[in-house]
């Protein structure tokens, strides 16, 4: 009908939501969704299920529009989203510098060709191990942590190396508390009241090899109000001041780190790139001039709002069960083996069928995972026609972020391949953990 009354068609909602999948996901003529050109069908048949797919276009236009929209900033990515040595490539060559947080993800990163100095080293508990590889490679900047790791570092660079200490704002974004990084009691930084922070300059700037260029802060995952940056720029510009009267040091760099929101379901609040962009540069202005304090660079580092969109997850229909007076069931050949957000953080996803377009009626489901547990769902009270039925192809929306790189062997499952599509062609960027692979790590 929508073919025979077009206007029918724009008024209803669209079946792919801009706001939420891929920028190339579309249906094509068999009303599979396709992206990158390829239809998802066509994946499941050569990949098997669940399989990640993540649309290189879509990764690369969200980073060019960083670069757009932030002239001014240095954009670093955030590889602890999602890192593969394509991904950092793609990074990369989009101009972006990469963040890591381990020895695993400076070897990727490394391997990439992403250089050096355009690395920059986080983690709260960085090991030894991680800091002399840090060091030993020559990354740009390491973040400081905690009082003993700078006196790690001290002791073991042979040269001047550039860092900046991690400092909490005290900046509460009323989020969940696992994603709530700005405020004083959790675990990363040091806190500006009781004189932490100062202390921790203190002992940086008393070693001769260690380079202190800046301060660098997080406020926390999921922040839709460009404002509560402003607030963060204001407080680090004092705290930059405060160090220039005590020490007779003048900073330059000012890292605020990312957590940007993006939406999840169609509705969810984004943050706004240019209304980001105009809250840095006012509140740069106002409290550098309040302070009487030259403009230091700034740094942003979006990891989520870059690659969750760009994701796609395949997974196979199992099996359909409506309980008596209670919910109706699709289980699938996934879960929180390959996205632990809802478990973790009551995430909330959006779930398309993939490989047809269904007339029948919607109803409320919950689209269950396979695993030993009873909070194992992917999504709660989701609309999916009425006939959905085993051997069904359904695919979740962004999920390009803290999916692969927090997946994990629950119940012995193998985790799943990440296959980039791109202008009609698939092409696996990791491939699929075996049993065999599980089993070569097992000495008994």
């Given at each position: 009908m929508v073919d025979t009354l077009p206007s029918i068609g724009y008024a209803a909602p669209p079946r792919f939501h801009p706001a939420v999948w891929p920028l190339t996901a579309h249906a094509d003529d068999e009303g599979r969704l396709c992206i990158g050109e390829v239809p998802l069908p066509d994946i499941a048949d050569e990949f098997r299920t669940p399989t990640y797919v993540l649309d290189e276009a879509d990764f690369r236009a969200r980073a060019r529009r960083y670069r757009h929209a932030l002239r001014g900033a240095e954009v670093v990515y955030a590889g602890k989203s999602l890192l593969t040595i394509a991904v950092a490539r793609w990074a990369r060559e989009e101009g972006l510098s990469v963040d890591v947080c381990s020895a695993g993800e400076l070897a990727t990163a490394l391997a990439a060709g992403v250089k050096p100095a355009r690395i920059i080293m986080h983690g709260n508990a960085k090991s030894d191990d991680e800091l002399r590889s840090a060091v030993r490679v020559g990354v740009g900047r390491i973040v400081v942590d905690s009082c003993i790791e700078i006196a790690?570092?001290?002791?073991?660079?042979?040269?001047?190396?550039?860092?900046?200490?991690?400092?909490?704002?005290?900046?509460?974004?009323?989020?969940?508390?696992?994603?709530?990084?700005?405020?004083?009691?959790?675990?990363?930084?040091?806190?500006?009241?009781?004189?932490?922070?100062?202390?921790?300059?203190?002992?940086?700037?008393?070693?001769?090899?260690?380079?202190?260029?800046?301060?660098?802060?997080?406020?926390?995952?999921?922040?839709?109000?460009?404002?509560?940056?402003?607030?963060?720029?204001?407080?680090?510009?004092?705290?930059?001041?405060?160090?220039?009267?005590?020490?007779?040091?003048?900073?330059?760099?000012?890292?605020?780190?990312?957590?940007?929101?993006?939406?999840?379901l169609p509705g969810d609040p984004e943050l706004d790139l240019d209304e980001l962009a105009g809250v840095i540069d006012d509140a740069l202005d106002a409290a550098c001039a309040a302070e009487h304090f030259p403009r230091p660079a700034?740094?942003?580092?979006?990891?989520?709002?870059?690659?969750?969109?760009?994701?796609?997850?395949?997974?196979?229909?199992?099996?359909?069960?409506?309980?008596?007076g209670g919910r109706t069931f699709v289980a699938v050949d996934g879960g929180m083996s390959d996205n632990p957000r809802v478990a973790l953080y009551d995430a909330k996803y959006t779930v398309a069928l993939a490989n047809r377009h269904s007339l029948s009626p919607r109803q409320r489901v919950t689209v269950a995972g396979r695993h030993c547990e009873s909070g194992d769902e992917i999504a709660r009270d989701v609309e999916l026609p009425a006939d959905v039925h085993p051997g069904d192809l359904l695919a979740v929306a962004c999920t390009g972020a803290y999916h692969h790189s927090m997946a994990s062997n629950y119940n012995m499952v193998g985790r799943p391949p990440l296959v980039a599509v791109n202008d009609g062609r698939a092409r696996e960027l990791v491939r699929r953990e075996t049993i065999a692979d599980l089993l070569a790590r097992d000495r008994g």
């Amino acid at each position: 009908m929508v073919d025979t009354l077009p206007s029918i068609g724009y008024a209803a909602p669209p079946r792919f939501h801009p706001a939420v999948w891929p920028l190339t996901a579309h249906a094509d003529d068999e009303g599979r969704l396709c992206i990158g050109e390829v239809p998802l069908p066509d994946i499941a048949d050569e990949f098997r299920t669940p399989t990640y797919v993540l649309d290189e276009a879509d990764f690369r236009a969200r980073a060019r529009r960083y670069r757009h929209a932030l002239r001014g900033a240095e954009v670093v990515y955030a590889g602890k989203s999602l890192l593969t040595i394509a991904v950092a490539r793609w990074a990369r060559e989009e101009g972006l510098s990469v963040d890591v947080c381990s020895a695993g993800e400076l070897a990727t990163a490394l391997a990439a060709g992403v250089k050096p100095a355009r690395i920059i080293m986080h983690g709260n508990a960085k090991s030894d191990d991680e800091l002399r590889s840090a060091v030993r490679v020559g990354v740009g900047r390491i973040v400081v942590d905690s009082c003993i790791e700078i006196a790690y570092l001290a002791g073991l660079v042979p040269r001047r190396q550039r860092v900046l200490v991690r400092v909490t704002p005290d900046i509460d974004i009323h989020g969940h508390h696992a994603v709530t990084t700005g405020v004083s009691d959790q675990k990363f930084g040091f806190t500006l009241d009781a004189g932490r922070a100062a202390e921790a300059v203190a002992r940086v700037l008393a070693h001769p090899n260690l380079d202190l260029i800046g301060l660098h802060c997080h406020i926390g995952s999921q922040v839709a109000d460009a404002a509560l940056y402003g607030e963060a720029i204001r407080r680090m510009i004092a705290a930059m001041a405060d160090i220039r009267a005590r020490h007779g040091v003048i900073l330059t760099e000012l890292n605020i780190g990312g957590g940007h929101a993006i939406p999840y379901l169609p509705g969810d609040p984004e943050l706004d790139l240019d209304e980001l962009a105009g809250v840095i540069d006012d509140a740069l202005d106002a409290a550098c001039a309040a302070e009487h304090f030259p403009r230091p660079a700034i740094v942003v580092e979006p990891g989520r709002a870059i690659s969750a969109r760009a994701g796609v997850t395949l997974y196979e229909v199992q099996a359909v069960k409506t309980q008596p007076g209670g919910r109706t069931f699709v289980a699938v050949d996934g879960g929180m083996s390959d996205n632990p957000r809802v478990a973790l953080y009551d995430a909330k996803y959006t779930v398309a069928l993939a490989n047809r377009h269904s007339l029948s009626p919607r109803q409320r489901v919950t689209v269950a995972g396979r695993h030993c547990e009873s909070g194992d769902e992917i999504a709660r009270d989701v609309e999916l026609p009425a006939d959905v039925h085993p051997g069904d192809l359904l695919a979740v929306a962004c999920t390009g972020a803290y999916h692969h790189s927090m997946a994990s062997n629950y119940n012995m499952v193998g985790r799943p391949p990440l296959v980039a599509v791109n202008d009609g062609r698939a092409r696996e960027l990791v491939r699929r953990e075996t049993i065999a692979d599980l089993l070569a790590r097992d000495r008994g």
